[in-house]
T-cell receptor
Framework: ETGVTQSPTHLIKTRGQQVTLRCSSQ?????VSWYQQALGQGPQFIFQ???????GRGNFPPRFSGLQFPNYSSELNVNALELDDSALYLC?????????????????FGPGTRLTVT | TQLLEQSPQFLSIQEGENLTVYCNSS?????LQWYRQEPGEGPVLLVT?????EVKKLKRLTFQFGDARKDSSLHITAAQPGDTGLYLC????????FGTGTRLQVFP
């Protein structure tokens, strides 16, 4: 069974640039959530994708967008990077289901991508 | 704004000691999760508690969910160096809200 993987491991970008981060979910999982973890803080929920559709969103601006592919892997795109976007970006996969609530049970996290914006 | 406050922020103890980490909020949660995160890795789920007053045990770790489902505690008995890490609680409302974390270091 393959765990959750993320790429790249580290990334340095300049303010105003755009970035794409990638996540491969655990085998058999159909739901991917993305989180931002600033230094010294707990993760903050960005959004969740279930079967290629956005299934819920946290308090992040529209310049944070995502995609989920038929194989359930996912991308996080951030446009117009700001210095405060510097953080560890985590994805988590789970076997969820679409419903009235966002699915947060039995999530398996990847190791994260460390993004530095200068 | 929903907040989950964890205390203490930092804890440095000797092997064999007991400790308790607290997670408090003014919000009511439908469930509460505890994670441990080590440097360079993502959080790993330890337990999910759902019912007010629920107590779950995982070897030397005991988790309790408050009766009103607004708070939780994690008690570790006879801590070991392998318990070192960042402990995060996360409460579920319409979103998953993470606490600020408790960084535990256990010295041999």
């Amino acid at each position: 069974e393959t765990g959750v993987t993320q790429s790249p491991t580290h990334l340095i970008k300049t303010r105003g640039q755009q970035v794409t981060l990638r996540c491969s979910s655990q085998s058999g999982h159909n739901t991917v959530s993305w989180y931002q973890q600033a230094l010294g803080q707990g993760p903050q929920f960005i959004f969740q994708y279930y079967r290629e559709e956005e299934n819920g969103r946290g308090n992040f601006p529209p310049r944070f967008s995502g995609l989920q592919f038929p194989n359930y892997s996912s991308e996080l795109n951030v446009n117009a990077l700001e210095l405060d976007d510097s953080a560890l970006y985590l994805c988590a996969s789970s076997l969820g289901g679409r419903g009235p609530k966002i699915w947060f049970y039995e999530q398996y996290f990847g190791p994260g991508t460390r993004l530095t914006v200068t | 704004t929903q907040l989950l406050e964890q205390s203490p922020q930092f804890l440095s103890i000797q092997e064999g000691e007991n400790l308790t980490v607290y997670c408090n909020s003014s919000s009511v949660f439908s469930s509460l999760q505890w994670y441990r995160q080590e440097p360079g890795e993502g959080p790993v789920l330890l337990v999910t508690v759902v019912t007010g007053g629920e107590v779950k045990k995982l070897k030397r770790l005991t988790f309790q969910f408050g009766d009103a489902r607004k708070d939780s505690s994690l008690h570790i008995t006879a801590a070991q160096p392998g318990d070192t890490g960042l402990y995060l609680c996360a409460g579920e409302t319409d979103k998953l809200i993470f606490g600020t974390g408790t960084r535990l270091q256990v010295f041999p």
